[in-house]
């Protein structure tokens, strides 16, 4: 939008010379008559001066030269334009230079006009009045004229109405001068409007730039030294504040970058106890609403052990440390640290809160802890029989050969338990290390799931179960290693051996995908409830406790599968209905 201050300024000026030409035009209106008249009395005063010296040798001739004075007051009154008027000591006429001689006699006497009187005084007489006999308002000037038989007065007048129109005049000219002088300033008072303004409009723009974060434009240096040191100074500041906001913004941004690069959550609060700030970690671990900034913390966080640590931290000064355990959508174990900050307002205290996500490690510690246990009672019962047996054979006198047979089959039985035990956690734990490596290559699927059928036959055979293969012809082959797939195979087969009753019907299944390979390993079986299936590739996770190790498994090979496809690339789960099966999926890359 175009600036309106030099148009302001513009008639600021000449709103100004406007009232200085009103002013003096008044000024004139108001001085001029008073000035006039003394100048016209004083004019007059002299007029009546010579009208005297020239009438007053005419007067001394005495009655043989009236005739002679009142031709000569004719034409004095013609030369200078006043009325000439010779009054005798008594009052009477003798010479009117506006009347005819035979009017004369038929004037009343003028020894009572009051400029007769006080010239009669004073030697000058001044009046102004109305005139009867001309019917306008004249100035009279009376002067003595002394001769041998008295004193004689020579008076002359003027119309004041010639006065008003000199005033009337004037006072057109002095307008006339005015209205000159307003035209003739109108382009200069523009041109110093403009050159007035321009400096301030210049800083006015670099300010709202300023404003706007735009530091790329600097005002002036010129005009006025006022003018002049003012932009500098704005240019100074300007220069300054980008500079401030540089480092600022430069902060901001390594804040954020340290913000968003915290693994732990972080969340500020004022001292009113609500939200300020929240990092990106915490929002996404407690999904936060959209609107979450001002909320107060207990409308957020459903947890009244933080809410007493928040009013703590904002009551106290110091770090407060504290584990807590939320429950619901946010389920997990948090150290939490809180921090209590000073604000500009005395008396009152923010609080900065870490929120260090400790979930992992307690779920680690946890399976650590049921690893510990599980292992042990695994290894407790077979040894515990072991120990047993050997008792028995070690007694006096020794059992009998069939009887100790018996005891050292089971002796035998219980070793290859866990001669299998040990040898799937040593694989476990291979797969686990992240220095394996596979040596992956082209495979084939159906020679390989054929030679796992080859190596389960008698397996089969004794449990009178059949397995159908469905592996198309066009199957491409998978990317992976020929010896840890057909434990795959083998694990998922033997599982759904031992699983399926007497009779039941395998199936061994396999499709192409887009930029992968999907098995599936089918029995019949009983089946998994769903609250097992989370959890069903767990170490040493069992459905069927007791039915598991009566059909001699250590609850490690469906771990060892899962450990083992994701080895390679791919993805494991099961889908399962209670008394229909259960069905474990796995892909694997396309070769």
Request: aromatic letters at 6%; one cysteine or more; a positive charge.
């Amino acid at each position: 939008m175009r600036s309106t201050l030099p148009l302001r300024w513009f008639g600021f000026l000449l709103a100004l010379l406007l009232a200085l030409l009103a002013a003096i035009n008044f000024a004139i209106d108001v001085s001029l008559p008073p000035f006039l008249e003394i100048r016209l009395r004083e004019e007059m005063r002299r007029e009546a001066r010579l009208a005297e010296s020239a009438l007053h040798p005419l007067i001394e001739g005495g009655e043989g030269r009236r005739a002679e004075l009142r031709l000569q007051a004719h034409r004095l009154g013609a030369t200078t334009g006043l009325r000439i008027t010779v009054i005798s000591p008594d009052g009477k006429v003798w010479a009117e230079s506006e009347r005819a001689d035979e009017a004369l006699t038929a004037m009343e006497t003028h020894r009572s006009r009051p400029e007769i009187q006080t010239a009669a005084r004073e030697e000058f007489g001044i009046a102004k009045r109305h005139s009867a006999t001309l019917n306008a308002p004249m100035l009279y000037v009376a002067t003595v004229s002394p001769f041998d038989k008295g004193r004689a007065f020579v008076r002359v007048a003027m119309p004041l109405d010639q006065a008003a129109r000199f005033k009337k005049r004037v006072l057109l000219a002095v307008a006339a001068a005015s209205a000159t002088v307003a035209l003739a300033a109108i382009p200069v008072l523009w041109l110093v409007a403009r050159r007035t303004t321009r400096p301030l409009l210049e800083m006015r723009e670099t300010a709202a730039r300023v404003a706007r974060g735009d530091f790329s434009l600097r005002a002036s240096v010129c005009g006025p030294p006022e003018l002049a040191g003012l932009a500098a100074d704005l240019n100074h500041m300007a220069g300054e504040l980008e500079a401030r906001l540089g480092d600022l913004a430069r902060e901001r941004a390594e804040l954020r970058a340290i913000l968003a690069g915290m693994s732990d959550g972080l969340l500020a609060v004022d001292a009113e106890g609500r939200i300020r700030h929240a990092n990106q970690v915490l929002r996404a671990r407690f999904r936060f609403p959209e609107e979450f900034l001002g909320k107060k913390v207990c409308d957020v966080f459903r947890s009244e052990p933080l809410h007493e640590m928040m009013a703590r931290t904002l009551r106290e000064e110091g770090v407060h440390e504290r584990e807590l355990e939320f429950s619901g959508p946010e389920e997990g174990f948090f150290v939490i640290t809180a921090a209590s900050l000073r604000t500009a307002e005395p008396g009152k205290r923010g609080a900065v809160v870490v929120f260090h996500d400790v979930t992992r490690l307690k779920k680690l510690e946890n399976l650590r802890q049921e690893f510990v246990a599980n292992v042990s009672h695994e290894l407790r019962t077979p040894l515990a029989v072991v120990r047993g047996n050997v008792e028995t054979l070690l007694e006096e006198p020794p059992p009998e050969p069939s009887v100790a047979k018996k005891f050292l089959l089971g002796i035998q039985r219980n070793a290859s338990r866990l001669e299998a035990l040990l040898g799937d956690l040593l694989m476990l734990s291979t797969f686990e290390s992240p220095q394996v490596r596979l040596h992956l290559e082209r495979v084939a699927l159906r020679p390989l799931v054929e030679a796992v059928l080859g190596e389960m036959a008698t397996a089969l055979r004794a449990r009178g179960h059949t397995v159908q293969v469905d592996l198309p012809a066009d199957l491409p082959p998978a990317y992976g290693e020929a010896a840890r797939l057909t434990q795959v195979f083998s694990n998922l087969l033997d599982n759904a051996i031992k699983y399926s009753p007497p009779g039941g019907r395998l199936a061994i299944r396999a499709a192409a995908r887009p930029g992968e390979i999907e098995c599936c390993v089918e029995d019949h079986g009983p089946g998994i409830a769903p609250e097992h299936l989370p959890r069903i590739f767990e170490r040493f996770y069992r459905v069927d406790r007791a039915r598991s190790r009566e059909l001699g498994g250590t609850g490690l090979g469906l771990s060892i599968v899962k450990h083992l496809v994701q080895a390679h690339g791919g993805r494991v789960w099961v889908e399962s209905r209670i008394g229909k099966g259960s069905a474990f999926y796995f892909t694997l890359p396309v070769g």
